[in-house]
């Protein structure tokens, strides 16, 4: 399979995707090939190949639609294939790829990685890392990252009848259990009630929460968030988990907890400018 030579620029990024791999992995947060990281690298990349013919091409359906957001023509992203697990991104050029959205949004090319396989094939839930993405940029933000991964504590609080489709209870749980979360998760927690994944309506729903919150939890499933980068994206989730792990902490000890005044989480607000 012809395959193309990646700048510097490019190698960065996907070595930060490298990087929250290792790190999701470690964490138990990334079991088999559960977990996507997806980063659009369209600004970053350089000139295209003179012959796109040369490059394997298909198409790509989800549950539920068939296609990319046509915004999503002529991009170009770097994620994680089909059955690959997380932490084979080590390797981001056996366990991932670079592809192009063709120019029609119905497909995409596939320019590098992917063990040198033509039909390698990215994630099922790639047009809805694609849609989430298209739509943050749409709104002024500088995200190019989609994390999805499945962390322990915010899953579990999911569970939990209080919280598991109420956006402002959940948030006020991870919120109030340490400041730093009301400082770094300052849009708080949505919650997409279960549906199933890889879905039209997993996608919307994700997409909508994002351009509110700067974290969707996948009722009893997991949390995506975007950033500029990895890094940005993973940091969002790992600070939640937190407050998540401490509320649970508490509520296993026997008691239900106090947590940060609202009178302090408003000088929290004023003080940050959040």
Wanted: net charge negative; proline share 5%; aromatic share 8%.
């Amino acid at each position: 399979m012809q395959t193309v030579t990646i700048n510097q620029a490019v190698q960065d990024e996907i070595a930060k995707v490298s990087e929250v791999a290792q790190y999701l992995w470690q964490r138990e947060w990334a079991e088999r090939n559960g977990g996507n990281i997806s980063v659009d690298i369209t600004d970053i990349f350089g000139d295209l190949p003179p012959d796109l013919s040369a490059f394997p091409h298909k198409k790509l359906s989800m549950i539920g639609g068939d296609a990319f957001p046509s915004a999503a023509a002529g991009h170009l992203f770097f994620v994680k294939g089909t059955g690959e697990r997380i932490r084979e991104l080590r390797d981001p050029e056996a366990a991932g790829c670079i592809l192009r959205i063709d120019d029609s949004a119905q497909g995409y090319h596939l320019l590098w990685g992917g063990r040198n396989n033509p039909d390698f094939a990215p994630t099922s839930e790639f047009i809805s890392h694609v849609e989430i993405i298209i739509s943050q940029q749409q709104a002024g933000r500088d995200s190019r990252c989609v994390v999805h991964t499945h962390p322990i504590e915010l899953i579990a609080l999911s569970h939990h009848p209080d919280f598991a489709q109420n956006d402002d209870a959940y948030t006020m749980a991870c919120w109030q259990m340490l400041p730093e979360v009301r400082a770094f998760v300052p849009r708080g927690i949505g919650i997409v009630p279960y549906c199933m994944p890889g879905s039209q309506t997993m996608a919307q729903g994700t997409r909508d929460k994002l351009l509110m919150h700067d974290i969707a939890i996948w009722e009893k499933h997991g949390a995506v968030a975007t950033g500029k980068d990895a890094l940005t994206a993973f940091d969002f989730v790992d600070v939640a988990n937190k407050g998540a792990k401490l509320y649970l902490m508490c509520l296993a000890s026997g008691f239900i907890p106090q947590g940060v005044s609202p009178e302090d989480m408003q000088a929290l607000k004023e003080t940050f400018n959040l």
